[in-house]
């Protein structure tokens, strides 16, 4: 599949689950753009577009935590990515191994 036939949203955006390769673990969710699929394609470490500073960066570059590429998925619907990486240390930006580190409690 090619870069062109993935379905951005009005902003030219697609959401990217991405998920420890080994583990199958859920680490977060970001968005990317076009140009993000692709450096994250050209480079093997995942490459997002950050909504609210408008800018595109390096998961990792920072902090020393950069992703390593397994294999990039589309979804059927060519709607949604899947990036299967090797995730170093924490994928969160509080600190924790993944983003999904809380549990909805049910207040019914």
């Known amino acids: 599949m090619d870069i062109s036939e993935l379905k951005f949203d009005a902003q ?3 959401p990217c689950v991405v998920q420890q390769y080994d583990t199958g673990e859920v680490l977060m969710v970001a968005w990317m753009n076009a140009e993000s699929v692709e450096l994250t394609l050209q480079t093997g470490t995942t490459w997002f577009w950050s909504r609210s500073r408008q800018e ?3 998961k990792g570059a920072t902090s020393g935590n ?3 590429l397994h294999e990039l998925k589309v979804d059927c619907d ?3 990515l899947l990036a299967l990486v090797d995730s170093p240390g924490p ?3 509080t600190g924790n191994r993944s983003c999904f580190f809380r549990t909805l409690d ?3």
């Open 78 to 80: 060519a709607d949604t």
């Open 12 to 14: 030219g955006l697609i």
């Open 56 to 58: 595109l960066w390096n």
């Open 106 to 108: 049910d207040a019914r």
């Open 91 to 93: 994928a969160c930006h």
């Open 66 to 68: 950069m992703q390593q």
